[in-house]
């Protein structure tokens, strides 16, 4: 009997030494990253298979950049025909000098001879205008800023009581461009008040508007708004026939130059 007891003891000791071992192994396995868990979350913390995943830096969570505001960037502006522009030497101020681009898009700058500037922007106009002085300068340094530019502008043309070219300050519509023209005259066709709106340099898009039905239906959401450049024309008589575009010189026919 006291063999027995002696020999269950034994055993029980066996089973417990083999399970503390198996258990201290696994324990040491896991510290290794053998067979981690991955954390729930999947942002930080050991993967499956070993990888390890870490935190995006700032500004690089959806790879090189935001791709939400990747784009919206509001274009420079560029430079154009009559716009005025002053230029400042900080070390010659005997250079500095106000400039107005030509309609060839060059400008003449003092002794420097011509540069073109069209459809530069201000910071390239300067990059063309330090180039220009580098045979006369040592190392100039200029500063360029704009001092006028052609504001933005629509054309009434037609039956209204002050037909002419007016600024764009503000969100305006067809019936307010007329409106600020002097309003229709005794004469105007205005249900086939005619939007003229450039698509290029040689092509211009036409629309039609029934601007008697939208005011005395009060359908004035209809209304067109008014983008830089676009020509509104009210006619005395009824057009018969209006192609979708047409090109910029058949759209001059409708509005008067001796107007502007």
Same mark, same amino acid.
């Given at each position: 009997m006291k063999r027995l007891l002696i020999s269950a003891l034994f055993i029980t000791v066996l089973w417990i030494s083999q399970f503390c071992s198996a258990a201290f192994a696994q324990e040491k396995q896991q510290g290794s990253g053998g067979n981690s868990l991955?954390?729930?979350?999947?942002? #930080?913390? &050991?993967g499956?298979? =070993? *990888?390890? #995943?870490? &935190?995006?830096?700032? =500004? *690089?969570?959806d790879g090189p950049g935001n791709p939400v505001l990747r784009?919206?960037?509001?274009p420079l502006y560029r430079l154009r025909p009559s716009d005025v522009v002053e230029v400042t030497f900080t070390l010659s101020p005997e250079f500095n000098q106000t400039l107005t681009v030509q309609p060839d898009g060059y400008v003449n700058l003092k002794d420097a001879g011509m540069v073109p500037a069209q459809d530069l922007t201000i910071m390239d106009f300067?990059?063309?205008v330090?180039?220009?002085?580098?045979g006369y300068l040592h190392d100039p340094q200029v500063a360029v800023a704009l001092k006028d530019f052609e504001h933005p502008f629509f054309i009434v043309g037609g039956e209204v009581g002050r037909p002419g070219k007016y600024e764009l300050r503000s969100d305006t519509t067809v019936a307010e461009?007329?409106?600020?023209?002097?309003?229709?005259?005794?004469?105007?066709?205005?249900?086939?008040?005619?939007?003229?709106?450039?698509?290029?340099?040689g092509l211009v898009e036409t629309r039609l508007l029934n601007l008697k039905k939208m005011l005395k239906e009060n359908g004035l959401k209809e209304d067109a708004h008014l983008r830089p450049g676009?020509?509104?024309?009210?006619?005395?008589?009824?057009?018969?026939?209006l192609a979708r575009f047409i090109t910029r010189p058949g759209a001059s026919m409708y509005v008067n130059p001796a107007q502007f």
């Amino acid at each position: 009997m006291k063999r027995l007891l002696i020999s269950a003891l034994f055993i029980t000791v066996l089973w417990i030494s083999q399970f503390c071992s198996a258990a201290f192994a696994q324990e040491k396995q896991q510290g290794s990253g053998g067979n981690s868990l991955s954390s729930p979350s999947g942002l #930080t913390g &050991a993967g499956a298979g =070993g *990888e390890v #995943t870490t &935190a995006a830096k700032p =500004g *690089e969570a959806d790879g090189p950049g935001n791709p939400v505001l990747r784009g919206q960037g509001r274009p420079l502006y560029r430079l154009r025909p009559s716009d005025v522009v002053e230029v400042t030497f900080t070390l010659s101020p005997e250079f500095n000098q106000t400039l107005t681009v030509q309609p060839d898009g060059y400008v003449n700058l003092k002794d420097a001879g011509m540069v073109p500037a069209q459809d530069l922007t201000i910071m390239d106009f300067r990059d063309a205008v330090r180039q220009a002085y580098l045979g006369y300068l040592h190392d100039p340094q200029v500063a360029v800023a704009l001092k006028d530019f052609e504001h933005p502008f629509f054309i009434v043309g037609g039956e209204v009581g002050r037909p002419g070219k007016y600024e764009l300050r503000s969100d305006t519509t067809v019936a307010e461009a007329v409106q600020i023209a002097g309003g229709l005259t005794s004469q105007a066709k205005h249900s086939q008040v005619v939007l003229f709106r450039r698509v290029d340099n040689g092509l211009v898009e036409t629309r039609l508007l029934n601007l008697k039905k939208m005011l005395k239906e009060n359908g004035l959401k209809e209304d067109a708004h008014l983008r830089p450049g676009d020509m509104v024309f009210v006619p005395q008589n009824a057009i018969s026939k209006l192609a979708r575009f047409i090109t910029r010189p058949g759209a001059s026919m409708y509005v008067n130059p001796a107007q502007f």
